[in-house]
């Protein structure tokens, strides 16, 4: 080393002690207190990030009908918003005028407090009305949470960076861990915590004061900031290696397909396995403990025990989703894709931190790309997977994808591994075909929107009559037997002694009436349609009125005048003028998740408004998972209306199923008519109940695991 070499490197040496003393305040706290300090504000960021996200999700469920989609598609604005936050952070750290990146910062965040006290968190009025509302959702959500959800997702790389400027030292990784874990508290205390105590406004103000709070923090810390030389930055660049091109493409690829898995698994859970509210929480617990694992406990991880056992997942439940007509006990289909969600999103994640950049000056372009592949990876399962394909591939493609991956990180490792993964990869790309072919079996009709995956199959029954039901998912929407003396016949849930059937075959003394149904199906309540009858049809479901009208019959044999509205429901209802409804059937609450509008005070006094006097309005609460029936009660005494439970057994022979129906109604004679009263029950009710209203509703006090 030469003499002018060995004067740069001392000069440097002394640049570096004497910035360390500097970097000791931060606006007169010491070290210790400025440490907290940014450790607080990470973890109240991510704590604000995730709270945010299932209170703007409840508020838009309402006007799309309550579909899952609905939460998957704002996984994806989720995603893709904090990839925005993580390239603001990368753009505003890289500019070369500090006092300028400075102000640039405190005029977004000031904007951000501002925009949340001016406005409401949901806007006033939506209108979905295209067959793919993806549009609706990101507006929404874009114009209620947009600007500060961007800078709560840009704290963690943003205050990374300004950490190691101010503290010096290696790049802070724990940061991210415990932003991680300020997020899996979030997730966790909504459902148990917020709310079943909380209506949505008090949760709206509550969540803006805590945005103030980290706004300030957020103040107090950016001002130290753009006075600090990144002296520890300049070293590090002549020290430090850049990073291939290779392993950049994988800080995108496996966080790719970790979020491929995340969205996957949810959908498959939450349609295919169980309609259980609050089940879209554990993929997204899962997904958020591995990054807490991997970037807060490295040495957890173990390739060797990791991979043989995620080869194992993916290659076993490859097999099982490839068999549509085998199906696991609940609790072990839920631990089985839980695990292996975990599984792949640690093996994913760990490489990804096993890769992280050892330049500072790359840090942000690291969070960068993992952002961009967790957006990546739910936009091509949330809204890209429904346009390209009729059929529900995504959880096949997302184990294909992992398998793929993991023979390019374990390429170094030998061809025993080359071998496995490559055998691994070939087994689930035969295991989608299969998939593929096993959804096509007795399926005449695959369609597939926003809204879910509808088929239609034909079977035959035992006396070789043919039968076709609506599937949505696994979620069975209507069957019909025909037969000549069936096919005119309600099956299902609607059979002649369930409650629907009860409340119109008594409800009007033979004269012409007037009968509206929320949700469509394949059009069987039709088949009570009499001469003079009115039956007004309200569907959210653009696919659902043409498979009812040319692949079902009873909307075309029925006697009474058919119409259909299209939209939400409640919408609709909202605009129309009295309908003077004598029954009004809701039956939306039996699919792959719960419109909860359709069960508030509001809603039961708009249905009030279109019933005729004395009218009826029937639930279809028929459902594994959640009680409603005593929720309605508490809405019907709100209502001063009385209820009556009806149960009823089911009929393999005439295509009749279990159901539970409550009944509501005003008339102090319906209940006491002999049909009624013998076959209809005292509604329960359970004190600790509240009725639910458009700010206040709560699942988890009716859910339960057990089935009837």
């Known amino acids: 080393m030469d003499l002018a070499s060995r004067k740069r490197r001392t000069k440097t040496q002394q640049e570096r002690r004497t910035a360390v003393p500097q970097a000791t305040t931060i606006l007169g706290l010491d070290m210790s207190a400025s440490r907290l300090l940014y450790g607080i504000t990470v973890f109240l960021g991510a704590f604000l990030l995730f709270l945010v996200e299932p209170m703007a999700a409840k508020q838009l469920l309402p006007i799309l009908g309550g579909s899952s989609a609905v939460w998957l598609t704002c996984l994806v604005f989720f995603q893709v918003m904090l990839l925005l936050g993580y390239l603001y952070a990368h753009w505003i750290t890289r500019c070369r005028a500090s006092s300028w990146r400075q102000h640039v910062y405190l005029v977004t965040l000031a904007a951000a407090v501002v925009l949340l006290l001016a406005q409401r968190m949901v806007p006033a009025r939506l209108s979905p009305s295209s067959d793919y509302p993806v549009t609706t ?288 990869t070939a087994l689930l790309l035969v295991f989608t075909f299969m998939l593929h072919r096993a959804y096509a079996r007795d399926a005449i009709v695959e369609v597939r929107n926003f809204y879910g995956t509808l088929r239609v199959k034909q079977t035959t029954t035992a006396q070789a009559d043919p039968e076709r039901m609506l599937l949505n998912g696994t979620i069975q929407h209507g069957t019909q037997i025909f037969a000549p003396n069936l096919s005119r016949f309600p099956t299902t849930y609607y059979a002649t002694d369930s409650g629907i059937g009860l409340a119109l075959r008594f409800c009007c003394g033979g004269r012409k009436r007037s009968i509206g149904v929320i949700g469509l199906g394949a059009g069987t309540l039709a088949a009570y349609g009499h001469p003079g009858d009115h039956i007004r049809f309200y569907e959210i479901n653009p696919l659902v009125q043409p498979i009812a009208q040319n692949l079902f019959t009873y909307l075309r044999d029925s006697a009474a005048q058919i119409t259909i509205a299209d939209g939400d429901a409640r919408t609709s209802l909202t605009r129309e003028a009295p309908q003077q409804f004598d029954v009004l059937a809701i039956d939306a609450f039996s699919g792959d998740a719960i419109p909860l509008h359709l069960l508030t005070n509001e809603a039961i006094a708009l249905y009030k408004k279109h019933l005729a006097p004395n009218g009826i309005i029937a639930f279809h609460v028929s459902n594994q998972y959640l009680n409603l029936a005593p929720e309605i009660a508490q809405l019907a005494i709100a209502a001063n209306m009385q209820s009556r439970l009806v149960e009823s057994a089911g009929d393999d022979l005439m295509g009749s199923y279990r159901s539970t129906w409550v009944l509501l109604t005003s ?40 089935k009837h």
């Open 137 to 424: 959702i990101f507006g929404a959500l874009a114009y209620t949470i947009g600007l500060p959800f961007l800078l709560l997702g840009a704290t963690s790389p943003l205050l990374q960076l300004w950490f190691l400027r101010t503290q010096g030292g290696s790049i802070p990784y724990r940061l991210f861990a415990l932003s991680n874990a300020g997020s899996l508290l979030a997730l966790v205390s909504y459902p148990f915590l917020v709310e079943p105590y909380f209506t949505l406004r008090l949760q709206r103000t509550l969540w803006t004061v805590g945005f103030l709070v980290y706004a300030v923090l957020c103040a107090v810390l950016s001002p130290r900031t753009s006075s600090q030389r990144p002296i520890v930055e300049a070293q590090e660049e002549s020290t430090a290696p850049p990073t291939p091109a290779a392993k950049k493409w994988l800080w995108f690829l496996l966080p790719m397909a970790a979020a491929m898995q995340l969205s996957a698994v949810t959908a498959h859970l939450t349609v295919n396995i169980a309609a259980i509210p609050l089940l879209w929480m554990l993929p997204l617990a899962v997904y958020l403990l591995t990054f807490i694992l991997a970037f807060e406990f490295p040495n957890f991880y173990r390739r060797g025990i990791v991979v043989r056992l995620l080869v194992i997942m993916l290659a076993s439940l490859g097999y099982a989703i490839s068999k549509t007509d085998v199906s696991l006990p609940i609790g072990v289909a839920i631990l089985f894709f839980l695990a292996e969600c975990f599984l792949a999103g640690l093996f994913c994640h760990a490489e990804t931190y096993a890769l992280r950049p050892q330049r500072s000056s790359e840090t942000t372009l690291f969070y960068l790309l993992i952002a961009a592949g967790g957006a990546a990876g739910t936009f091509f399962i949330g809204i890209a997977s429904p346009l390209i394909f009729s059929a529900n591939y995504d959880l096949a493609i997302s184990f294909l994808v992992v398998a793929a991956l993991a023979i390019a990180v374990t390429w170094h490792d030998g061809w025993p591994q080359r071998l496995l993964w490559s055998t691994a």
């Open 667 to 706: 008339s102090p004679e319906f209940f006491t008519l002999p049909q009624i009263a013998s076959l209809s029950t005292e509604t329960p009710t359970t004190p600790r109940l509240r009725p639910w209203t458009d700010e206040y509703s709560s699942l988890l006090p009716i859910v339960q695991l057990s």
